[in-house]
């Protein structure tokens, strides 16, 4: 790792080693915890949404249900976990804990109110007891009271009622965490800066279920006979989490700094995010899965990459990616390519001629004696299924044709059948009958 690479980052005025943070989740959910995270790498910690003590919290037992496929385990994780089940005051003191003994990590809370009084009244004692900054839970997806959880996520009004709230409550930064359960992200996103908010950070667990019980036809997780539709998060959600985090990017009216979360769970990972727009990226599910070491490769990974391509500050970085997100639209329709093959380097496994045949466009014939695939270009489609399903990297390749190249009309099977047609072409401006 270069020592000319700076990863610190400036996030609302405070400023962060790394860029990376624990999410607020089961993995920042007590002082003996985070310490441990910051002993590991972690820039700073939001800590598990605090509850005021109004009600008692008690989560549902069991809390949680994994998604494996094949030889992938926690692809995805579907919890029913509610907010802190810890007494307030045990949370500030866990906060004053760790401001005293790590007063460079950032600490930030997380904070989820039933009313104005009860949103107002968590800022100050966070604030009061050490937090560096504020994050709003607008976004709980389980917790489904109107006026909560992902439900105020959806009513923009209280979106915006309940930032200015917190705003005239503290001086600290304030983050609105936003519900990914929702088409357009921006919109709830500007009611919050309305309110006041310093940043937005996305994405939240979407609501799914992982599975369903074959014996009994309980839904996942199954909590003595009953289930929920509930947060889902991990690696099958970050293109859900990319997706918002690059559409508020482009949002010039928003331009608020943004914090990425949303199945991360390597320095790649972590990368996309800042290049589509993240300041910082937040990390719950891949902790859940590796532990906290996990940072040591993204630390390491992100400063390799950097010094790679003489990139000295990891501020450069955001934001990176998103002048080359268009609209398909804008796409230039004349460039076509196909695919090219090293066959010296096949194995003969014969997926690649599978997936063409039956679901491309049946550019691959077969050797069977020498069991190789045989490329006919004029029938590819340049769709890459072969080159993803490959098990040889770097055997199938993408070749840019030369623009006088034209692709094969997809065959019809019986030409004779053109005189029995019943059909007129449609013209858009066909006068009315
Ligand atoms: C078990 C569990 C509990 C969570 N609890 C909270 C919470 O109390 N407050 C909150 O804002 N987000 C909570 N989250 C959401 C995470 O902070 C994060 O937004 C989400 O899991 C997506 O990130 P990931 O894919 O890295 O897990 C929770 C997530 C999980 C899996
Ligand atoms: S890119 Fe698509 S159409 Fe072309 S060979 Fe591969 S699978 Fe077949
Ligand atoms: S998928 Fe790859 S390795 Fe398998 S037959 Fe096709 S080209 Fe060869």
């Given at each position: 790792m270069s020592d000319k690479i700076d990863l610190s980052i400036d996030f609302c005025g405070k400023k962060f080693k790394n860029p990376f943070l624990l999410s607020s989740s089961p993995v920042s959910n007590s002082a003996e915890m985070v310490a441990q995270s910051f002993e590991a790498g972690w820039a700073g910690v939001v800590f598990k949404t605090l509850n005021s003590d109004r009600i008692p919290i008690i989560h549902p037992s069991p809390r949680m249900h994994c998604i494996n496929y094949g030889n992938k385990r926690e692809i995805a994780v579907q919890n029913v976990e509610m907010i802190s089940d810890r007494p307030l005051k045990h949370n500030l003191m866990d906060f004053l804990y760790l401001k005293k003994k790590y007063p460079d990590n950032i600490l930030i809370a997380s904070i989820m109110g039933f009313s104005v009084e009860e949103w107002s009244y968590l800022a100050k004692a966070a604030e009061d007891n050490g937090a560096d900054m504020l994050e709003l839970n607008f976004s709980c997806p389980h917790i489904s009271v109107e006026g909560a959880g992902y439900k105020v996520g959806q009513a923009f009004h209280l979106i915006e009622q309940f930032t200015a709230a917190v705003k005239k409550s503290v001086t600290i930064p304030v983050i609105a965490k936003m519900t990914p359960n929702i088409t357009d992200m921006n919109e709830p996103a500007l009611f919050a800066k309305n309110g006041g908010a310093d940043a937005i950070s996305a994405i939240n667990t979407v609501r799914g279920i992982s599975g369903v019980g074959l014996d009994d036809w309980v839904p996942k997780p199954n909590v003595f006979g009953k289930s929920a539709i509930s947060g889902t998060s991990g690696p099958a959600v970050k293109p859900i989490g990319l997706n918002f985090i690059a559409t508020m990017a482009q949002c010039q009216e928003l331009g608020l700094p943004l914090s990425g979360i949303g199945g991360i769970e390597t320095w790649i990972d972590a990368l996309e995010f800042i290049v589509l727009g993240s300041s910082t990226i937040q990390v719950t599910t891949g902790i859940m899965h590796?532990?906290?070491?996990?940072v040591e490769d993204m630390i390491e990974g992100l400063s390799d990459c950097m010094a790679e391509r003489g990139i000295k500050r990891v501020s450069d970085l955001v934001g990176k990616a998103v002048p080359n997100l268009y609209e398909t639209n804008q796409f230039d329709f004349a460039r076509q390519g196909i695919t090219q093959y090293d066959?010296?380097?096949?194995?003969?496994?014969g997926q690649c001629y599978t997936v063409c045949n039956d679901a491309a466009g049946q550019a691959l014939e077969w050797d069977s004696a020498n069991r190789l695939p045989r490329l006919n270009e004029d029938k590819c489609l340049s769709c890459m299924l072969c080159q993803f399903i490959c098990p040889v990297p770097g055997l199938i390749t993408y070749k840019e044709m030369p623009a006088e190249w034209q692709r094969q009309e997809t065959a019809v099977m019986d030409k004779n059948l053109e005189k029995d047609l019943n059909y007129q072409p449609f013209i858009m401006d066909a006068p009315a009958a």
């Open positions: 590796y532990g906290y070491g996990i066959t010296d380097l096949c194995i003969g496994c």
